[in-house]
């Protein structure tokens, strides 16, 4: 059986006391800088983790920026469920990862789908990794918490079945990088056939570099679909001005469904009827799996897959005539 590395081990290889061990690993100030990096490199050499029952948890949460809505509101909830465990969650941006010592931290969360660094972060890392939103596969070893696709397609899908809508469109701009991975029609097509929808429903992805907004949304109205389901949250607003601008009203002509931008959906006019990631939960469930990881319980990966929220308000009405 390997011998358990102890702070008394750390501080004999880094050529210090154990008290300066547990402040370099607390964060504390009253330690050098240079024996702060004698004892994590010390610790990164002995593959040392602190399993002690008095050991305070520290996460670090990878994000490739804090603009937009999504990021920032799963970061906020996060942030919220790691603090009701008393953990320590620390926040570092993609090009930085580099920098993140493996001993510091007792796992990872990242928001950004990146398989290159993920495979590579699995295989040189000992800290345990949880991505959200990520498309986990069960070949990287690592799980991904994911709103879930099929669930979304469907309740937005039975709503406007419901009001009469048979001719429905899912419109998704994406980068050039993006346009390989289709995120979401499959599901959206499979739940389409599941109602009887059929043919007249229809995905279209539009390459952002390549066609605009206003063009996009325009050669897709022109083939008569009489409700738009429209990905993701910066494009909802310019999309509903880009419609009545071209003369159609919302809801009477056709209608929309947006993804929910908190405290500003329900006050456009119309408001909007929305797609919604249920974060909190999220939060919990990657948590939740990082806890198991850090107890060693590993993971085969794949997808854990969390219920959407759907908000229906006056953006969304009864299919016209």
Known sequence: MTKKITMQDLAREAGCSRPQVSRAFNGKPNVSPEVRARVLAAAERLNYRNTANRHQVRIVVIVRDTSGMYGPLMLDALVKNACARKWVCHTVFEQNIHEIPDCFYDGAVSLIFNKSWARKWVEERATPLVMINSYGTAFDKICSIDPDSSDGSR????????????????????DVEEEKYRRGQEEFLQEAARLKLGDSVRNFQFILSETSL??????????GFTAIHMIHQSLGIPAAKIIQSAGYRIPEDVSLVTFELPHISNYLTPAHTTIDFNYPEMARRALDELQLKMHGKESDGGAILVPNLLHIRESTGPCRA
């Open 155 to 174: 309740i937005v899908l039975q709503h406007l079945q419901q009001l009469g809508h048979r001719r429905i469109a899912r419109i998704h701009f994406v």
């Open 214 to 223: 206003e063009d996009g949304i325009k050669a897709v109205l022109s083939q």
